[in-house]
Every structure is written in C-alpha cells, then in structure tokens.
C-alpha cells in the first residue's frame, strides 16, 4: 500500500477517534515513525477536529437557567401538589424542538470532543510508557557497562597480580589473557582476533598442570563489550590455548589447537 493510499483509507480518522483494532493501531503509529507525511496528516486531522469542535460549540442561551429551574419547579409541584390547588406546566415548557435539536447536536460534538482528548491522552500515556521502558533499558545497559568496566579497570591496574599471556594468532595480531589469582579474575582481550573461517568458531581454553585435560573457558564471543570477556576464573592454570571448533557450542576438548602459551609476563 502507498502512502497516499494508506491516508486515504480512513484508518488515520479512526486512530484519532479511539476506532482502530489493535492491529491496525500498531499500524498507524509505525507508518507515522516511519513517514512524516503520515504524521502531518494525523497533526492535520486532529487541529481540524478540535476548530471544528470549537467552531460548532452552542453558547446556551441566557434564560436557558432559569428554564430549567421553573421546569424543576413545576415538576415538584405536579408530584407534591398542594390541596385543591390545580396543577399547571409552564408556559414555556417543553421547548420548541429547534432548541431541542441544537441541545443535542452540542452534546454531540462535546461527546466528539471529549472522545478526542481521552484518546490523545491514552497516546501520550503509551508514548510515556514506551519512553520510560527505553529509559530503564539504557538505564540498565549502562549499570551492566559501567560493572563490566570496573573490573576490568582494577584488573589492569593490579600489575602486581595480575599477569598476561600474550597470543599472536596472525601476523601483527595478538590477543591476551589475564589471569589474577588475588581478585578471581581470568578476561581475554580479543580484541585482535582474527575472522573464523566459514563455519568455523574459536573456543577458548585454560591450561592445567601435570597433563591434566584443559579446562573450557567458552566461545569467543563478538559482540562482549569492547571484545573483552570475564572468563571462568582457574587459579592453578599455567597457560591459556585458542582452538578452532566447528561446532558453535564448542567441544568438551579442543579439536585443532590454533595457538597456546604457558609464558605468562607480567600486566
């Protein structure tokens, strides 16, 4: 559907006027995200129903109060009359069907009125609602970011502990581990790590002594902030290895060792 066709349709009038089904209202507010003319129309749309609300709005007329209060007045009197007294309406009661007309053709459009406001405000709630969902979102990546860098400012800045194995995986392309057996911490740097080839994954793994099988410390992760990932921390390993895997799960031992180190230097 073009967007000519989609103005055309009616749907953005009864978006306005609380009419959509569910469906159709998730359709309005994306096409009016995604095309400015959709939400110019929906702007025009709505001044155009609030000047015609004001524009058709009846100012009552001036005995309209006092009307009204001698018709109450007959009505109590028709209901409790006095003894002997006879029972008589107002001469001006009921009114004259034009005003009658006028009357409801007023409430109609302060019914339209009122319909229009409730859903706007309904809409400015959902935004208000959409905008503090995004809010606590960013507001809680951030708190995982800010705890992901702080440890690993103080892992870095601990150079009495912390030590590093320094792997070349390609020509002038190296990646680190860290190891820290004060603070529990074992990270790997990746961020010179190198393309897997096609169908291929790196698995990463801790050295442990006296021949004992490597410990698997998880796959290489792309998208760990900034490349840096907190690894299961072993505090008796003696090196750090890369294999590559074909299974993106990785495998309980290493297939083909790409690259493996024990010389740990200091951070």
């Known amino acids: 559907m073009d967007i000519q066709t989609f103005i055309q349709s009616g749907l953005l009038e009864s978006y306005i006027l609380g009419q959509c089904t569910a469906d159709e209202l998730v359709l309005v507010e994306r096409m009016a995200v995604e095309h ?21 709005a009846i100012t009552p007329p001036v005995d309209l109060r006092e009307r009204i ?36 053709a007023a409430l109609g459009v302060l019914a339209v009125y009122l319909l229009f406001k409730v859903n706007k405000a309904q809409q400015e709630n959902a935004a208000l609602q959409t905008q503090v969902a995004t809010l606590t979102a960013e507001k809680n990546d951030c708190a995982t970011r800010t705890q992901h860098n702080e440890r690993v400012f103080a892992l870095l800045r601990d150079k009495q502990n912390t030590r590093r194995i320094e792997l070349e995986v390609a020509a002038n392309q190296k990646v680190y581990f860290y190891q820290n057996t004060a603070l529990g911490e074992t990270s790997f740097d990746g961020t ?36 840096w990932q907190h690894l299961d921390h072993y505090k008796e390993a003696i090196g ?3 294999s590559l895997e074909d299974d993106p799960k990785g495998h309980p031992v290493p297939t083909v060792v790409l690259k493996a180190d024990t010389k740990f230097v200091s951070g």
Do not use: C
């Open 69 to 104: 209060m001698r018709s109450i007045d007959a009505q109590a009197a028709s209901t409790i009359p006095n003894v002997g007294a006879p029972v008589t309406q107002p001469a001006s009661w009921p009114p004259a069907p034009g005003f009658m007309w006028l009357l409801v």
């Open 36 to 56: 400015p003319e959709v939400r110019a129309e929906l702007e025009s749309i709505e001044t155009a129903l609030e000047n015609y609300a004001t524009a058709q």
């Open 240 to 242: 750090f290895a890369i």
């Open 192 to 227: 010179g790590m190198v393309s897997a080839p096609a169908h291929r994954y790196f698995q990463l793994w801790a050295l442990m002594p006296n021949n004992q099988p490597p410990k698997d410390l998880g796959m290489f992760d792309l998208n760990a902030p900034e490349h």
